[in-house]
């Protein structure tokens, strides 16, 4: 079982930044990627942006250039680093973590979600 406690969400302006943070726990030792999904109210979830314990990364088109994402394996915790924040980055940010077992089984896991509202 893997436990997720995301921090770092809250109110900005239009052009700010915001750096959200994901902690895990459990077991931590077979996850093999962790990122971050976003969901506003009306619309489908959708990635923004993942890292995998090797350090490769991956963004969604619409962060590309204003999002970092980073990880701390000895800490065993996931950063987004938001900078230049629109209006439409508004959402519930939800961190998520790929499991992967010795027989080759896959597990997802989803943390509570943190609230960014970015006013214009």
């Known amino acids: 079982q893997v436990q997720l406690v995301e921090s770092g969400g809250g109110l900005v302006q239009a052009g700010g930044s915001l750096r959200l943070s994901c902690a895990a726990s459990?077991?931590?030792?077979?996850?093999?990627?962790m990122g971050w999904y976003r969901q506003a109210p009306g619309k489908q979830r959708e990635l923004v942006a993942t890292?995998?314990?090797?350090?490769?990364?991956n963004y969604a088109d619409s962060v590309k250039g204003r999002f970092t994402i980073s990880r701390d394996n000895a800490k065993n915790t996931v950063y987004l680093q938001m900078n230049s924040l629109k209006p439409e980055d508004t959402a519930v940010y939800i961190c998520?973590?790929?499991?992967?077992?010795?027989?080759?089984?896959?597990?997802?896991?989803w943390g509570q979600g943190t609230q960014v509202t970015v006013s214009s």
């Open positions: 890292v995998s314990s090797g350090g490769s990364t």
């Open positions: 459990g077991s931590i030792f077979s996850i093999y990627a």
């Open positions: 998520n973590a790929d499991r992967i077992l010795t027989d080759g089984t896959r597990y997802n896991y």
